[in-house]
């Protein structure tokens, strides 16, 4: 049977007070396993963990280390190995009670939003020059000591731990709580839990004297860093502006990684500044939508998503955008919020074989010939389907000619609408551009040619969207090729034969492809 609580020890050349320590948990803990950390000790901790395993065989796991690691690395790969559905890092100058582990377990047991308690007496507040110091109330606690605390073990794992970042100690228990916080969890004081923490004598070591002082700084620093937003305020409502200002995919693209802000907190405020704004609208995660230079100092964070994939284009734009933010977007997919109105534009396709065609031109390493997009309609209506061309305007005025569609929606501005003509369709064909985001964000299934771009970096893998491209070409996908950063790629052949060698055959079979599913 598992142990229900998993305790962590680290010592270091401290063999009185962590046989102590140990022995006091032995006596009065109940349902528990004991790793026992030694890192790199030069007296006999070694010999005394040993003669500890053979006396209590299954409840003390062992762990040697060749040199001190540290607080922050040991205890998560305690946590790591751990077999209790609780986990508890426990310094070894803390002297526990009778029962005390009980009401920390039991406390968690009846409160699922609890992440965290830690006993009594201990510094839960943290000034502002950034120490820790004793709570005055409930009200003040903003963090627990890593000295002691409970929380369940898959948890600690899920949220990384400590943050080992930060070097062996100082900051890491708050910064931990506070993450904790953030992400929507309480933390309690459990002042029924008796454990005596004598405090400094783990760290007050000859070897480690002449490093804590560097270390302490840099932790500070660090930790400053992180959570300059909150010590501002000291709440977790954080007042975000997002910068990018086109191209219409790429602004599409921000979609789901503001999802995984509000995920992480509801009760971020999300600003958007951008040029393209209408693939936007009616979203209701975010809060505002501006065009032009804000007054950055009332935002509490400012994320540049400019030239950020441009810069790295080896890297997917949702993943490049997530980590500049520092969220995870495990969810890729895009969205466009239409209102009811909107959606009754689209009301004119009224059949189920209907396909959108988006033929606007792009580079010309993105760009397909007119004449076929001419014999795709072709062939198309000759399957019995009809086809709406959902195009964008060029800039420069250039008129975008007939393909024999049977609806054209080349517009202005009215994107939105082109979007929900493109929802009641059964399939989207275009090249990689913004209208081919759009289509993804609709959810339709979609036929995408790709020339000099790699679709493992641009496309949303929904299971609804089939590429199509010329596997043949060595030179291709070379917009992911050096110098950086890559706004638009020229052929350096001039032959663009990665869009020549795409033929109406290959796209139709990928459309009756989607049919066909």
Known sequence: MNPLLSISVITLNNINMFQRCVSLVLTHTKKFELI?????????????????QKSFPGIIIPVYNKENLGFLKPNNYAASIAKGKYFCPLNDDCEVSDGWAEPLIEYLEKNKYTAQVGPGEQCNSISDD?????????????????????????????????????????YDDSDLSLRLRELGYGIKIIPESKVKHLGYQTICKPELESIKSKILNSNKNKFRQRWEYYLKSRNFKKNILIKRDGAIGDVLLITPVIRAIKKDNPETTITVETKCPDVLYNNPMISKIINDEPDVSKYTHVYDLNMSYENDPRKHIVKKYSEIIGVVADDTRSEIYLTEDEIRTGEIINSSRWVAVDVSKTWESRT???????????????????????SRKLNNG????????????????????????????CCFVGVDSGMAHISQAMKVPSVILYGCTNPEYRQIFDGKTIPVMDTTLTCRPCHHEPPFPRNMTVCKYKTNACMKNITPQMVLSKVQDIANK
């Open 368 to 390: 397909w010939d007119y004449d076929n997009w001419c014999k795709l309609t072709d062939l198309l209506r000759k399957k019995q389907y009809k086809v709406v061309t959902v």
């Open 398 to 425: 250039e008129k975008i000619p007939n393909i024999g569609e049977d609806i054209r929606m080349v517009y202005i501005d009215n994107i939105r609408k082109c979007a929900a003509i493109i929802s009641k369709c």
């Open 130 to 170: 950034l120490t820790g110091v004793p709570s005055k109330s409930d009200k003040d606690i903003e963090y627990i000591e890593g000295s002691c605390f409970v929380m369940l073990t898959d948890l600690f794992k899920s949220v990384g731990g400590f943050d080992e970042r930060y070097e062996m100690f100082y």
């Open 36 to 52: 026992l950390t030694d890192n790199g000790s030069s007296d006999n901790t070694r010999f005394l963990i040993e003669g500890l």
